[in-house]
C-alpha cells in the first residue's frame, strides 16, 4: 500500500514515518498521546513523497520505502511473549545494505511524569564506520568515531547534531535541547535529556556530496555570500575609539594593502543591552561608516546578548519576558566585565525565542546600528556565554533549557536575518560564535571561538573546519594566530602568524584577530599585518594580494555552496569517495572542487607529506610543475612556501586564472 504518513502503536511507543526529501526519511517515537508538531531545524519538504508499505502476514514486520532509503519496524518474538519495543532497521533499498540498525531497548523514560523524556536511542556499529560532522570540536580528530560528544554549546564547542557516515548514510538527530553522543566500539547512543519525543531524519546516500545537499535541502541553504565578505577582515581584540579604527584603516589604504572589512570588537557601547556606540569614544557613527566605505572597507560591529542591569530598558525587557529566566533564584546567568565598570557585574541574557525579544533587540540594532550604515554583525558570545553551564536551571520562552538550550544562536541569528531582510538587504552575513543544525539558512558564519596561539592549535583547526563544513555550515573561520597568548615580538609567535595566514588564505573567510601581548585591560597588543616584523610582514602582504585576486574564485565557490549545499572548503573524500586514501588524509583540504590545499603545522618545519588523490593530475604552485594523482609525496615547505595544487582536467591546463592569482606562492622573496 501507499501512504503520506506510516503511524503505528506498539505498547507504549506511537512510531511515526514520514517521507521528508529524496532518499529520506523522518521518524519520529514518543510515549505521549500526540506528537509535538515542532519540526526542529527541518524545513517542510519541497516536494509531497509517499510511502510504499508492505508488512508480514503476521504484521510482526513491516518494510517502508521513499525511494532508496528502506525502513524495517521488526517485531521480534521472545518467549514467553513479543519484546515490547520495535527493532529498527535502516537500509539502502536498492541493495538491501544495512545502513544503521536501531535496538530493541527502552528508548524513552518520562521525567516527573511530565510530557519532556530522557531519550536514549542505541545503534549497532558497523566494523570500519567513519564518522564526520557534529559540529566544531577541539579534539583535534576529523574521524570522530570513537569519540563521545556533549550536545552542549560551548565557547569553541558548537554543538550541530548531524553526522555523516562513510557506510552511506546521514543523520540529523533532530533535538534543541543538551544531550550527548556516544560514538563507541560497541554502539552508538544518542541521548537527549528532555524532549517530549525521539526526532531523527535520515538519508542514504554512498556519496558525502550528495548527503550533503539533501541536508541542505531539508533544513535550509546558506544565502549569497556578500560581496564585500570575501576580501581580508582586519581585527584586534578591541580598538579603543573611533579615531583608533580610523587612524588603522588610513593606514591599510596607505600601504595599498586589501582590505574589505574592518572590526569594532566589544566594548564600543556604553553599557550592555544598550546596544549603540558609546557617544564618547565614537562621536559620529554615520561620518565613520561613510569614509570607510568610501575607502571599500565594510564596518563589522560586535553585539553581545548580555544585559546590564543598570540599561535604560532592563526593567521593560524583565516585565516583558523578553529575557532568560531561571527556575531559582535570579535571572542572572553570567558574571563579565562592562565598559565603564571597574569590576565584574552579574549580567542577564536576551531570549531571542521569543520573538518579541527578536523584534525588539532588533529595532534597538536598526536604529543605533543599521541606520548609521552598519549591515555587518558579529554575533559574539552566542552560545549563550553563561557561568556556570547549568542548562537545566534556565527556562527560555519555549520551554526549559535542558530541553531547547541548543538552538539559543540558531533564534539569535534568526532576529539579524528577519530584520536585514525586511530592511532590503539581499546578502546577508553574520559572525557567530555557535551555530544549531539550520544556522546556516539565517547567513550564520561561525568561527572557532577563543583558541590558543599555538601550532598544535592551527593544527586541530583543519580538522574543527572541515567537521564543520560537513555539518552544514559553509562559512567558516578562525583567528588567524590564534586568540590568546601571542606575542608579535617574538620569532615563534611570528613563524605562526605566518603559517596561519597562509592556512587562512584558503579559509571561506579570510579575518585577522587575536588578544596579543602585551595585554592591557580590556585591550590587547598591537595585531595589524605590520606588526609582526619586516619578514613576516612581506610574506603577509602578498598573502592579502593573493587572496584579492582570488575572491572571483571564493564567489563561484560561494555561490556553488549556495545552490547544492556543497560547502568551498571540505574534506578530501567529498570530491573523491571512491579514494581510500582521501578518506584517510585529515590535515589537508580541498578550497572548491579546483584547489587542494596542504598548511604547514610544525614549528620550523620546512617540507610536509603531501597525497594527490587519484583520477585527475594535480598543478604543484610551488615548484611550477605537474604531478600525478593517487600517490604520496614530500612537498618543499619554506616559510614563505605553503603547498597548493590546482586541479588539471583530462587533456587539458590547470585553470589559468588560479595560475595567475596563486604565481606569487612560487617566488622565493628576499
Not at 58 to 79: F, M, P, S, Y
Not at 344 to 370: C, G, I, Q
Request: proline share 7%; net charge negative.
Amino acid at each position: 500500500m501507499q501512504a503520506k504518513v506510516y503511524q503505528f502503536r506498539h505498547n507504549r511507543e506511537w512510531i511515526q514515518v514520514e517521507p521528508w526529501g529524496l532518499h529520506a526519511l523522518r521518524l519520529r517515537i514518543t510515549l505521549n498521546e500526540t506528537f509535538s508538531g515542532h519540526d526542529g531545524a527541518l524545513l517542510p519538504p519541497a516536494e509531497e513523497g509517499v510511502l510504499r508499505i508492505e508488512q508480514s502476514d503476521d504484521a510482526r514486520e513491516t518494510r517502508i520505502v521513499h525511494g532508496n532509503v528502506q525502513l524495517d519496524i521488526v517485531l521480534a518474538h521472545k518467549e514467553p511473549q513479543p519484546t515490547p519495543y520495535a527493532r529498527l532497521v535502516v537500509r539502502r533499498h536498492s541493495d538491501q545494505k544495512i545502513l544503521f540498525s536501531i535496538r530493541d531497548e527502552r528508548r524513552l523514560v518520562h521525567q516527573a511524569g511530565g510530557a519532556l523524556c530522557q531519550a536514549m536511542m542505541t545503534c549497532d556499529v558497523q566494523v570500519g564506520e567513519r564518522l564526520y560532522g557534529l559540529g566544531q570540536h577541539a579534539h583535534g580528530r576529523l574521524d570522530q568515531a570513537g569519540c563521545v560528544l556533549d550536545l552542549r554549546q560551548r565557547n569553541g564547542e558548537v554543538a550541530i547534531p548531524w553526522l555523516y557516515s562513510n557506510k552511506g548514510y546521514g543523520l540529523l538527530w533532530n533535538h534543541r535541547g543538551t544531550g550527548r553522543v556516544e560514538l563507541a566500539a560497541n554502539h552508538t547512543r544518542w541521548v537527549a535529556d528532555a524532549t517530549p519525543e525521539i526526532d531523527i531524519w535520515f538519508v542514504a546516500s554512498d556519496l558525502p556530496a550528495d548527503a550533503l545537499s539533501r541536508y541542505a535541502d531539508a533544513t535550509g541553504h546558506v544565502p549569497d555570500f556578500p560581496r564585500w565578505a570575501s576580501g581580508f577582515w582586519q581585527c584586534k581584540l578591541r580598538y579603543a575609539s573611533q579615531k583608533e579604527l580610523m587612524e588603522v584603516a588610513r593606514e591599510y589604504k596607505r600601504r595599498g594593502l586589501p582590505i574589505s572589512v574592518i572590526v569594532a570588537d566589544y566594548f564600543h557601547w556604553d553599557r550592555m543591552g544598550e546596544w549603540r556606540f558609546d557617544p564618547v569614544a565614537w562621536p559620529d557613527p554615520e561620518a565613520m561608516v561613510a569614509e570607510l566605505r568610501a575607502m571599500g572597507i565594510e564596518l563589522m560591529v560586535s553585539i553581545w546578548p548580555t544585559v546590564n542591569p543598570a540599561c535604560q530598558d532592563f526593567a521593560y525587557m524583565e516585565k516583558n519576558n523578553l529575557l532568560l529566566q531561571t527556575d531559582r533564584g535570579v535571572s542572572s546567568v553570567t558574571h563579565f566585565l562592562d565598559t565603564y565598570e571597574d569590576q565584574r557585574v552579574y549580567l542577564h541574557h536576551l531570549d531571542p525565542t521569543n520573538p518579541a525579544a527578536r523584534k525588539f533587540h532588533w529595532e534597538k540594532v536598526k536604529r543605533n546600528y543599521y541606520d548609521a550604515g552598519i549591515r555587518a554583525f558579529w554575533l559574539d558570545a552566542c552560545e549563550p556565554e553563561i557561568n556556570p553551564q547549568d542548562y537545566e536551571h534556565l527556562r527560555f520562552h519555549v520551554g526549559p533549557g535542558c530541553a531547547v538550550a541548543c538552538a539559543y544562536p540558531q533564534a539569535l541569528q534568526q532576529a539579524y536575518y528577519d530584520g536585514l531582510t525586511a530592511a532590503g538587504e539581499k546578502e546577508i552575513l553574520t559572525l557567530c560564535r555557535s551555530a544549531w543544525a539550520g544556522s546556516q539558512r539565517y547567513g550564520a558564519a561561525v568561527w572557532s571561538g577563543d583558541i590558543p596561539s599555538t601550532f598544535d592549535s592551527l593544527s586541530r583547526q583543519i580538522r574543527a573546519g572541515l567537521n564543520m563544513a560537513m555539518s552544514g555550515i559553509p562559512w567558516w573561520c578562525t583567528d588567524i594566530g590564534g586568540f590568546t597568548g601571542g606575542d608579535p615580538r617574538d620569532e615563534t609567535f611570528r613563524e605562526l602568524i605566518v603559517r596561519w595566514f597562509q592556512y587562512g588564505l584558503f579559509c571561506p573567510i579570510f579575518r585577522l584577530h587575536g588578544v596579543r601581548q602585551p595585554e592591557t585591560l580590556k585591550s590587547g597588543g598591537p595585531n595589524e599585518v605590520w606588526s609582526f616584523g619586516d619578514k613576516a610582514y612581506d610574506i603577509i602582504r602578498t598573502l592579502l594580494e593573493i587572496r584579492e585576486r582570488l575572491r572571483p574564485y571564493v564567489h563561484a565557490q560561494m555561490r556553488k555552496a549556495s545552490e547544492s549545499g556543497i560547502p568551498p572548503m571540505r574534506p578530501l573524500f567529498v570530491d573523491f569517495p571512491d579514494d581510500p586514501e582521501a578518506w584517510a588524509s585529515e590535515d589537508q583540504f580541498l578550497f572548491g572542487a579546483d584547489l587542494i590545499v596542504a598548511p604547514v603545522t610544525e614549528q620550523g618545519a620546512v617540507e610536509r607529506s603531501v597525497y594527490l588523490p587519484s583520477g585527475c593530475a594535480w598543478y604543484d604552485v610551488c615548484a611550477e610543475q605537474h604531478r600525478p594523482g593517487g600517490g604520496r609525496f614530500v612537498a618543499p615547505a619554506a616559510l614563505y612556501e605553503i603547498p597548493v595544487y590546482i586541479r588539471v582536467p583530462p587533456g587539458g591546463e590547470p585553470s589559468p586564472e588560479l595560475l595567475h592569482a596563486l604565481a606569487p606562492l612560487g617566488r622565493e622573496r628576499a
